[in-house]
């Protein structure tokens, strides 16, 4: 049985970057509503937007919408987060996956709240559990699933929906990459009764197949770059399609429009 649901702060601040709403709260401020809609079990969907994420809502039309109606839009890379404090919030924090990932398990193993964790492969899934069940053993882990890349069959796609409504759990990381795992999200919201959260490249990172950025790269907001000399071959076609337009909208942005506070 669901419990009963309570009153949560719908109209959350947020800024405009580059014509897309990114919520301005502090970090802990976000993990709190997060962690408020996981004991409801609401169905929610958070998005953890950088560049390229923007990017592709920008470009691909299916998307923008889907980014513009989500429940929640962190700020993960540090370009949002400069854009947000030029817009008024001075204190932005940066909201990374990652991170996002690493507090809500530990709040979640205070608080009773088990969480599910769908996508990537299996050998990944494996590595993490190894982890999770040494930094959180009070966590509770619904379930740990990889999904096949192709597209899923209408009866193997309501067996998964199935699966993670049985299971109790208030909280889904979903690691499909983006845009795919966004519109996943998108297609079950109300379907799927927990808050949804994209993590896109932090299970390996978190399974330590993938290295993390050291912290003064992440806030030189040069993990992109740390990024790519891990993979050159995969990321060298993302960053430059994408970082240099996304350049030029801020600027144009902030040109156009010049140094307009967040709204609440």
Same mark, same amino acid.
């Given at each position: 049985m669901l419990a009963p649901q309570t009153k949560i702060e719908e109209n959350l601040p947020t800024g405009n970057v580059i014509g897309f709403p990114v919520t301005s709260?502090?970090?802990?401020?976000?993990?709190?509503?997060?962690? *408020?809609?996981?004991?409801?079990?609401? !169905?929610k969907v958070v998005c953890i937007a950088n560049v390229h994420m923007l990017i592709e809502a920008y470009r691909d039309q299916e998307f923008t919408p889907i980014l513009n109606g989500a429940d929640?839009?962190?700020?993960?890379?540090?370009?949002?987060?400069?854009?947000?404090?030029? #817009?008024?919030?001075?204190?932005? *924090?940066?909201?990374?996956?990652?991170?996002?990932?690493?507090?809500?398990? $530990?709040q979640a193993s205070? *608080?009773?709240?088990?969480?599910?964790?769908?996508? !990537?492969?299996?050998?990944?899934?494996?590595?993490?559990?190894t982890r999770l069940e040494h930094e959180f053993p009070n966590l509770k882990i619904a379930g740990m699933e990889p999904l096949p890349f192709r597209p899923l069959t209408i009866a193997e796609d309501e067996a998964i929906i199935q699966q993670l409504n049985q299971s109790g759990a208030g909280i889904l990381f979903l690691a499909l990459g983006c845009p795919k795992q966004e519109k996943w999200m998108f297609a079950h919201k109300d379907r799927v009764q927990m808050v949804m959260i994209g993590l896109g490249g932090a299970f390996p990172v978190y399974a330590g197949i993938h290295r993390h950025a050291p912290k003064f790269v992440r806030l030189a907001g040069l993990e992109w770059l740390y990024r790519l000399l891990q993979e050159p071959q995969r990321l060298?076609?993302?960053? !430059?399609?994408?970082?240099?337009?996304?350049?030029?909208?801020?600027? $144009? #942005?902030?040109?156009?429009?010049?140094?307009?506070?967040?709204?609440?």
């Amino acid at each position: 049985m669901l419990a009963p649901q309570t009153k949560i702060e719908e109209n959350l601040p947020t800024g405009n970057v580059i014509g897309f709403p990114v919520t301005s709260l502090s970090f802990q401020a976000q993990i709190s509503v997060m962690m *408020e809609w996981a004991k409801n079990r609401l !169905s929610k969907v958070v998005c953890i937007a950088n560049v390229h994420m923007l990017i592709e809502a920008y470009r691909d039309q299916e998307f923008t919408p889907i980014l513009n109606g989500a429940d929640l839009v962190t700020p993960d890379g540090m370009p949002l987060v400069w854009m947000l404090r030029l #817009q008024g919030a001075h204190r932005q *924090e940066r909201v990374p996956g990652l991170d996002v990932m690493f507090s809500l398990c $530990k709040q979640a193993s205070i *608080e009773g709240v088990s969480i599910f964790f769908l996508g !990537s492969q299996s050998v990944i899934l494996k590595q993490m559990r190894t982890r999770l069940e040494h930094e959180f053993p009070n966590l509770k882990i619904a379930g740990m699933e990889p999904l096949p890349f192709r597209p899923l069959t209408i009866a193997e796609d309501e067996a998964i929906i199935q699966q993670l409504n049985q299971s109790g759990a208030g909280i889904l990381f979903l690691a499909l990459g983006c845009p795919k795992q966004e519109k996943w999200m998108f297609a079950h919201k109300d379907r799927v009764q927990m808050v949804m959260i994209g993590l896109g490249g932090a299970f390996p990172v978190y399974a330590g197949i993938h290295r993390h950025a050291p912290k003064f790269v992440r806030l030189a907001g040069l993990e992109w770059l740390y990024r790519l000399l891990q993979e050159p071959q995969r990321l060298w076609g993302r960053y !430059s399609s994408t970082i240099p337009i996304f350049l030029w909208l801020a600027l $144009k #942005q902030l040109l156009t429009s010049g140094k307009v506070s967040c709204r609440n």
